[in-house]
């Protein structure tokens, strides 16, 4: 697929990486030729240097012969115009674009073809908010992802010496919860991925991906680790967009505590959330600050400021101090992956959240929902199963008796009949897959997904 991508930055540069692995062809404009340099050096992509919505760039940059435009900009009117361009001259099939100001999604003629002619405009600040509420309401996890409409959820949790199911097989499972079905899709071990079977044995430590119907998910976790009280208390640290959303949305239950450094964003804040919230003018790494607004009795602590440093010392400083669980929203990939696990239990990179909701759009086939796993390395797809027993190399068969790669395990499927509630399935080596089906793939090696997507392709005698 030949993509043009706008906008080298966190997103742009981390989506050029991922579909670059996958073996499409890339160009990136960008006006920071620093941003194009280190792309070029690590990627083997195009870049052009000028602004996105230059008709003479966007010209030479191919957009003419473009299957997909992506704008990730930094700049709202620059993704829309870039779409509209696309589209009216040069009939671009799929235009997407990432718009932080609310006012876009809430207007969706402004989108359609009579306007900006944006096919999908994903929300950065509502994604990451939407991720942060559900850590929220269950505090065990390390990721929580749902699927088929809310039916179906994958959860990451940090397995605990002394649970059930750790140190004993995963068949065990079955034992310990007979009415309830779940299955185990992949299990990470000092950072490297274990595709489980019946006789895999759960260790302390592990992270341990599981998928069950989303009523059963609290119980199935008990499994892997003591359950959490729930949350009740909450501190924020930065009331920018996404601090500003998150306490607005969990406000109706719990009053949390906003710690912003800008007195004049304080107000704004104030005055906004209307007693809502309790917002400090201070600096989160202030030790006596964080003492004299009892950081010891937080449950959550949420450090979500732009600043990858301040995040993570506000977050070692609040879980020294007795904050029961701290979570910090760190940009550059590495700082996550060397923080997360340690003295910070989770470490959020928001462009790979992002990614996620961007991947559904590009994936070929009739793919549902893509979530975006342990920043990139892993993902999670739900795939639609079109076809019959001579059109498709799924529908028909046995789930043992799909031809998956290695590095690819099928979860669970949602299966809806005429007249009937859908019903959440778990992928038991017997289950014949049904056209119509909804099926949940945990996938630990991203260049693999292409061989997912031609398996869930149909013949042409399907047509």
Not at 23 to 34: G, K
Not at 254 to 262: A, C, L, M, Q, S
Not at 309 to 316: A, D, G, K, P, Y
Request: net charge negative; hydrophobic share 45%; aromatic share 4%.
């Amino acid at each position: 697929m030949k993509i043009l991508i706008l906008g080298a930055g966190r997103v742009g540069a981390g989506l050029a990486e991922m579909l670059v692995a996958e073996r499409n062809d890339i160009t990136v404009i960008d006006t920071d030729h620093e941003a194009l340099g280190e792309l070029q050096e690590r990627f083997d992509l195009r870049t052009v240097y000028g602004s996105a919505t230059d008709l003479e760039i966007l010209d030479s940059a191919g957009i003419q012969d473009a299957d997909l435009l992506i704008a990730v900009t930094a700049s709202d009117e620059v993704n829309l115009v870039a779409c509209q361009l696309a589209y009216r001259l040069h009939n671009v099939p799929r235009r997407i674009a990432r718009v932080r100001n609310g006012q876009w999604l809430t207007n969706p003629e402004l989108l359609s073809t009579d306007g900006f002619a944006v096919d999908v405009a994903i929300s950065p600040e509502g994604t990451i908010t939407d991720y942060l509420i559900r850590l929220i309401q269950i505090p065990e996890a390390l990721q929580v992802l749902e699927f088929a409409q809310g039916r179906v959820s994958l959860l990451a949790v940090r397995a605990n010496k002394g649970s059930p199911l750790v140190s004993h097989p995963i068949r065990d499972i079955r034992k310990h919860l007979p009415s309830i079905d779940s299955r185990v899709v992949a299990v990470f071990r000092h950072g490297t991925a274990i595709l489980p079977d019946g006789d895999t044995l759960i260790e302390p430590d592990d992270e341990v991906f599981f998928l069950a119907a989303s009523e059963h998910i609290r119980v199935v976790t008990q499994e892997l680790r003591q359950i959490d009280n729930p949350v009740k208390r909450v501190m924020i640290v930065g009331g920018g967009n996404i601090g500003r959303r998150l306490a607005e949305a969990i406000s109706d239950e719990i009053t949390p505590k906003i710690i912003e450094g800008n007195r004049k964003r304080c107000e704004i804040l104030a005055q906004r959330l209307n007693g809502r919230a309790l917002v400090l003018h201070g600096d989160a790494t202030d030790e006596e600050l964080l003492e004299e607004e009892n950081v010891a009795g937080v449950d959550f602590f949420l450090a979500l400021t732009n600043e990858d440093e301040n995040n993570i010392m506000s977050c070692l400083l609040a879980k020294r101090l007795g904050a029961k669980r701290v979570l910090a929203l760190i940009n550059r990939r590495a700082y996550a992956e060397l923080m997360e696990g340690g003295q910070i239990d989770i470490a959020l990179t928001p462009s790979h959240a992002t990614l996620g909701a961007l991947l559904k759009y590009i994936r070929r086939g009739d793919v549902a929902a893509v979530h975006s796993l342990r920043r990139g390395a892993a993902e999670a797809l739900e795939l639609v199963a079109h076809g019959d027993a001579k059109t498709s190399k799924v529908v028909g068969r046995r789930v043992e008796e799909v031809d998956l790669p290695q590095g690819a395990q099928i979860g669970g499927l949602v299966r809806e009949l005429e007249g009937e509630a859908p019903q959440v399935l778990m992928a038991h080596h017997d289950l014949v897959i049904q056209t119509g089906d909804h099926l949940i793939l945990f996938v630990t090696n991203r260049k693999i997904i292409p061989k997912v997507e031609r398996l869930f392709q149909v013949s042409a005698g399907f047509f």
